[in-house]
């Protein structure tokens, strides 16, 4: 693979913080037009970097995801499945529920045959797989209950309280709802 023209990797600098700055304040549809126009660049250029929307929004927000997956790493060895699993999904849907953007950037794509270099799901799945294993196999979690599912929640609690007045702590409660359930368990 040849090395990037210092121009080009100029303009993937510049594209990636004018992003940020954009969906910070637009969330996850900010114009890709305006994003070019910003950075200086034509929307081809934005297109040769980022193929699609979601392939910005997982440049964007990829190093939050490799936070997120050394912190599953770091509570993979711990003795408490059950609260190792807890604390990583909460760091998770806190991230998901205040970084805007980030929720968007979790979801699954819809073309499968569109393979994004950081894929933010796929890591976080690979890297919170562990903890659902080590968790089920000490049955603490439901089983069949797998790492997609939980992401999946996450995803859902994060997009349904983005607009709330304190998303992390309405997301946080709904994740605790999620894990305590709805309804009490009967004797």
């Known amino acids: 693979m040849q090395a990037q023209r210092a121009d080009a990797r ?3 600098a510049r594209l990636l913080a004018v992003a940020e700055e954009a969906i910070a304040t637009y969330g996850a549809d900010a114009s890709l037009e305006q994003i ?3 950075a200086g660049v034509g929307s ?3 297109r040769r970097h980022f193929p699609t929307r979601h392939a910005l929004l997982e440049a964007v927000f990829r190093e939050r995801i490799e936070s997120l997956c050394a912190h599953a ?6 003795a408490d499945t059950r609260a190792a699993l807890l604390e990583w999904l909460s760091a998770v849907i ?3 529920a205040t970084i805007r953007g980030l929720a968007i950037a979790l979801t699954r794509a819809t073309d499968p045959d569109v393979a994004h270099e950081h894929c933010a799901s796929e ?14 196999n000490d049955g603490t979690l439901t089983p069949g209950v ?3 599912d939980l992401l999946t929640l ?3 609690i994060a997009l349904a309280t983005e607009h709330h007045p304190n998303p992390a702590a309405e997301a946080n409660r709904l994740l605790s709802l999620t894990v305590t359930g709805v309804s009490p368990h009967q004797r």
């Open 73 to 78: 790493r770091d509570l993979t060895g711990r």
């Open 123 to 136: 890591q976080l799945t690979e890297a919170g797989a562990p903890l659902v294993r080590r968790a089920a």
């Open 154 to 156: 996450i995803t859902g």
């Open 10 to 12: 100029r303009n993937y």
């Open 44 to 46: 081809a250029t934005v």
């Open 36 to 38: 070019a126009r910003t």
């Open 146 to 148: 797998t790492i997609t």
């Open 94 to 96: 806190a991230d998901a």
